[in-house]
């Protein structure tokens, strides 16, 4: 089966530097996934690693070692709106190549001014 | 910015009935996708949807659920006899050629 772990909380004070990190066990891994979340609304794209490595997004970059089975996202220059849950996901590469994703429970990050 | 839309945002519906859950997709998305999340726990898939068919299912896609494409725009969910575990957001995703899924706004269903 398939299995994330990511930490369920987070707190960091604006313009701080923040790691989320997310483990993982699959079967059939095609790529690591970073959605933003708030207040139950729609998950929102935040980046994709399919190969080793970092890749940068504005203030978001976020890493993947295939190796390791092991990711994160890092949120420089923290703002209040980032304030809300990040949730890491598998891509499924068994089978269809409609790829479903698996969901991590989630960290809630809490920037404090 | 193209996004996914869903209505509605709200559906509120009494156990035993049925509801039709609705979605727009981007509009040059050819892959399509429902999920849902139950409140405070993650979000589970539940079917992917591509060339008028099911793909893939989940465990949680029983035979109460199905999809449906019914013109070239909407993308529907419907669950035919309601349950009061079936109360959870329910996301709509939609994917181009690009491997990344976006998510609409979600519609909250609430089972009584």
């Known amino acids: 089966g398939q299995s994330l772990e990511q930490p369920s909380e987070v707190t960091a004070v604006e313009g701080a530097i923040v790691q989320i990190n997310c483990t993982y066990q699959?079967?059939?891994?095609?790529?690591l996934s970073w959605y933003q979340q708030h207040d139950g609304g729609a998950p929102t794209f935040l980046s994709y690693?399919?190969?080793?490595g970092l890749e940068e997004t504005g203030r978001f970059s976020s890493f993947l070692s295939r190796s390791d089975s092991y990711g994160y996202l890092l949120l420089q220059e923290l703002q209040m709106k980032d304030s809300a849950s990040y949730f890491c996901?598998?891509?499924?590469?068994?089978?269809?190549?409609?790829?479903?994703?698996?969901f991590g429970r989630g960290t809630q990050l809490t920037v404090w001014p | 910015e193209p996004e996914v839309t869903q209505t509605p945002s709200h559906q509120v519906t009494q156990m035993g009935q049925e509801v039709i859950l609705r979605c727009v997709p981007i509009?040059?998305?050819?892959?399509f996708y429902w999920y849902r999340q139950i409140l405070g726990q993650k979000v589970e898939f539940l079917v992917s949807?591509?060339?008028?068919?099911?793909?893939?299912k989940s465990e949680i896609f029983d035979d109460q659920f199905s999809v449906e494409r019914p013109d070239g725009s909407n993308f529907t969910l419907k669950i035919r006899s309601t349950k009061l575990e079936d109360s959870a957001m329910y996301f709509c995703?939609?994917?181009?050629?690009?491997?990344?899924?976006?998510f609409g706004a979600g519609t909250r269903l609430s089972v009584l």
């Open positions: 995703a939609s994917r181009g050629l690009a491997d990344i899924q976006y």
């Open positions: 699959t079967s059939g891994f095609y790529g």
């Open positions: 690693n399919a190969l080793d």
């Open positions: 996901a598998v891509r499924d590469g068994r089978g269809s190549t409609l790829g479903r994703l698996y």
């Open positions: 509009s040059n998305h050819l892959y």
């Open positions: 949807f591509y060339n008028n068919e099911i793909s893939e």
